[in-house]
C-alpha cells in the first residue's frame, strides 16, 4: 500500500514562476486536504476536497489553486510564486466513515528565491 | 472559530522520566474529537493519541496518555518512561463534528527533546 504519495519532495522555484505539487492516494479515500507548515508552526490548511469534482478554500488560500478531477489524485497549482510561499507542504486524505483516520504524504519542502 | 494553543515551544526531558505537554483550544461545539501528532525530523506526521470529546475516560496509548478537560478545554499530552525515540516536535489538533470538511485545526507545536 503506498498510502499518500507527493511529488517532489524537495522543489527550488524562483519568484514569478509557476509549478504543481502533485498528490495521489490509492486508498479510495474521498477527503483531501492541503496543508502548509512554515517554520516552527503548525499546519493550516490551504484546500480541501470532498470528492471528485468538489474543492473549497480552507484558512490560507490565496496564491493556489486545485482541481479534483479524479479520486485518486489532488494536485496544488502554485501561480506567480512568492517567497511567502516557502513553506512545506502536506497532503493528506481520509475515509467519510472514519474521517478522524487521517493518513499524511510525507511532505514536499519548497523554496521560493 | 477554533483555535488550539500550545504554550510551551520547548520541552526537555530525561530518558526514563515522565514529561507533560500542554494544549489549550477554544470552541463553542459539543462534538468535536482531539489528537496528539509527532513529527520527528523525518517530518512524517504520526498521530499518537486521538479522543472523542463525548467520553469522559482518558484515551492512552502505550506510554502515551492524556488528561482531558472538557469543562476547562484542555488536553495534555503525558509521556511515561520517555524514549530517546520521542524525541520530536508535538502538535494538538482539533476536529469539529459535524462540519463537512473534518478538518485538522493545529496548534503551533512543542519542540521536546529528550537526554540520554
Known amino acids: 500500500n503506498a498510502g499518500v504519495t507527493q511529488t517532489p519532495k524537495f522543489h527550488i522555484l524562483k519568484i514569478g514562476q509557476s509549478m504543481t505539487l502533485q498528490c495521489t492516494q490509492d486508498m479510495n479515500h474521498n477527503y483531501m486536504y492541503w496543508y502548509r507548515q512554515d517554520p516552527g508552526m503548525g499546519l493550516k490548511l490551504i484546500y480541501y476536497s470532498v470528492g471528485a469534482g468538489i474543492t473549497d478554500k480552507g484558512e490560507v488560500p490565496n496564491g493556489y489553486n486545485v482541481s479534483r478531477s479524479t479520486t485518486e489524485d489532488f494536485p496544488l497549482r502554485l501561480e506567480l510564486a512568492a517567497p511567502s510561499q516557502t513553506s512545506v507542504y502536506f497532503c493528506?486524505?481520509?475515509?467519510?466513515?472514519?474521517?478522524?483516520?487521517?493518513?499524511f504524504g510525507s511532505g514536499t519542502r519548497l523554496t521560493v528565491v | 472559530a477554533q483555535t488550539v494553543t500550545q504554550s510551551q515551544p520547548e520541552m526537555s526531558v530525561q530518558e526514563a522520566e515522565t514529561v507533560t505537554l500542554s494544549c489549550t483550544y477554544d470552541?463553542?461545539?459539543?462534538?468535536?474529537?482531539l489528537f496528539w501528532y509527532k513529527q520527528p525530523p523525518s517530518r512524517q506526521m504520526i498521530l499518537v493519541i486521538r479522543?472523542?470529546?463525548?467520553?469522559?475516560q482518558n484515551a492512552t496509548e502505550n506510554r502515551f496518555s492524556v488528561n482531558f478537560q472538557k469543562a476547562a478545554k484542555s488536553f495534555s499530552l503525558k509521556i511515561s518512561d520517555s524514549q530517546l525515540g520521542d524525541t520530536a516536535m508535538y502538535f494538538c489538533a482539533f476536529m469539529k463534528l459535524g462540519d463537512s470538511s473534518y478538518k485538522l485545526i493545529f496548534g503551533s507545536g512543542t519542540r521536546l527533546l529528550v537526554r540520554p
Open positions: 479522543q472523542e470529546a463525548y467520553k469522559q
Open positions: 470552541t463553542s461545539e459539543n462534538n468535536y474529537y
Open positions: 493528506a486524505s481520509s475515509y467519510e466513515l472514519y474521517p478522524y483516520g487521517y493518513t
